[in-house]
């Protein structure tokens, strides 16, 4: 079954927000969708053919989401975790929300992240527990969320000497908090 995802598009000028992302149903499972529609993010389920797993700390898994996606022209999908998936029990404790142990509170993150343009496959959804609880995974979870971004295809140039790779001219020296923490 081929889908459209198409709720209330709010106008703006640049053209490719306007154009819908095409989803194909390989599976049994809710469609993507955003939260609002505003939400940056399109929300992906699990399965519901998906057996209920538990996922022990520092460990990961690839789950075949049961969705294949036609994307815009010069776009990519690129994977995001959920804040309440992402977030401890302690971290939400910290400022002041109310929480019970749940998949909802575990430290989940997103894994590989990047759907490509042209890539015709089900779409799966890596996720890894780096928390120190287990999380409990379960058909129609509401897992990961995926942001359409613009992807400029620029061809890979070798060059010789480090003045001829254009850096823009700065007194910064070094790399990671060269800048400050």
């Known amino acids: 079954m081929l889908v459209v995802i198409k709720k209330k598009v709010h106008q703006r000028k640049n053209k490719q927000a306007m154009d819908n992302i095409k989803v194909l149903r390989v599976r049994d499972v809710k469609l993507p969708e955003r939260g609002t529609s505003l939400s940056a993010g399109i929300d992906f389920f699990i399965p519901n053919d998906f057996k209920e797993t538990t996922l022990l700390p520092h460990t990961d898994i690839l789950i075949p989401s049961g969705i294949c996606v036609g994307l815009p022209k010069d776009t990519m999908l690129m994977g995001a975790e959920k804040s309440g998936i992402a977030s401890s029990k302690s971290a939400k404790e910290s400022c002041g929300m109310k929480t019970k142990v749940t998949a909802h509170n575990t430290s989940l993150i997103v894994g590989a992240k990047i759907v490509d343009e042209d890539y015709p496959g089900e779409v799966h959804l890596h996720i890894v527990n780096v928390g120190n609880r287990v999380a409990h995974l379960t058909p129609g979870m509401k897992i990961t969320q995926f942001i359409i971004v613009p992807v400029l295809y620029s ?25 400050g923490v």
């Open 155 to 179: 061809a890979v140039e070798e060059v010789f000497e480090k003045e001829d790779l254009s850096i823009a001219k700065t007194d910064r020296i070094g790399g990671f908090g060269s800048t």
